[in-house]
């Protein structure tokens, strides 16, 4: 899969340098040679950085107290991952979701697309990885404690301003700012993209490549439903 890009017109935006407004907390790390990497997961090698990167925000609206309190559970450990407040954020995500995967595979396309054209990415990209990554399940949450819809973890979420992970809204947005950071770091190559969105920054770099087994399984599964989707979004 060597050479894939995620679309020329993604590369001739990152060549104008896409303005980002305002600056966000992403969780990065510097190696001894002053390389900065990204990763989901603290290193004990490398040093805590800020990283300016913010994109548009979702639509805010007003919380009620237990709306907030439902958003720190969001923000706990992934030991915290099914306290009571984080069951009541996953049982507000699966009201109303269809029970079978074929409803619920177009049910956030308008989401998936207000979050593609924020972000400058392709409404097929962002689809695939939310196959892949939760079968368009919103409360769902792995062994490793990641989140909704586009798999966040914990502190992943919160450095890309997700103070809910199992809101739909929030999470795709977040999971999209978080495609962008990786677009703009690998110009553009989807292996390498997927692959630290998958296994981390840190594993990509060490191991000059796509790391484990199981991640370029992962690669080649989002690679192919994205075709799929993008395919489909161009038929009349």
């Known amino acids: 899969m060597p050479g894939r890009t995620i679309a020329p017109w993604i590369l001739s935006a990152l060549a104008t340098l896409w303005a980002l407004p305002a600056a966000a907390q992403l969780y ?14 603290r290193h004990p090698e490398y040093k805590l950085l800020e990283v300016l990167s913010e994109g548009p925000s979702p639509r805010r609206s007003t ?29 507000r995500a699966r009201r109303g979701l269809p029970s079978s995967f074929s ?7 308008d989401l998936i697309q207000e979050a593609a054209l924020a972000y400058d990415l392709p409404f097929g ?5 939310i196959r892949i990554e939760s079968a368009f399940q919103p409360q769902v949450v792995s062994h490793a404690g990641a989140m909704g819809l586009m798999q966040l973890m914990p502190r992943t979420a919160e450095s890309l301003g997700v103070t809910n ?4 809204r929030q999470n795709v947005f977040g999971g999209a700012k978080f495609l962008r950071i990786l677009i703009d770091r690998y110009d553009g190559d989807i292996n ?7 296994a981390g920054d840190v ?15 992962y690669v080649a599964s989002v690679y192919h439903w994205y075709q799929v989707y993008s395919a489909q979004a161009e038929m009349p």
């Open 28 to 41: 990065s790390y510097e190696t001894p040679s002053g390389e900065v990497l990204i990763t989901n997961e």
């Open 63 to 91: 919380r009620t107290s237990s709306a907030r309190a439902a958003n720190q559970a969001a923000r706990a450990s992934p030991a915290d991952a099914d306290n009571e407040q984080a069951q009541e954020a996953r049982a």
């Open 103 to 109: 409803e619920r595979e177009t049910y956030f396309d």
């Open 125 to 129: 990209f962002i689809k695939a990885v």
């Open 165 to 168: 992970a199992f809101d739909a």
């Open 192 to 198: 390498l993209i997927l692959a630290a969105y998958n």
């Open 203 to 217: 594993a990509v770099r060490r191991y000059d490549g796509i790391p484990y087994p199981q991640t370029r399984e």
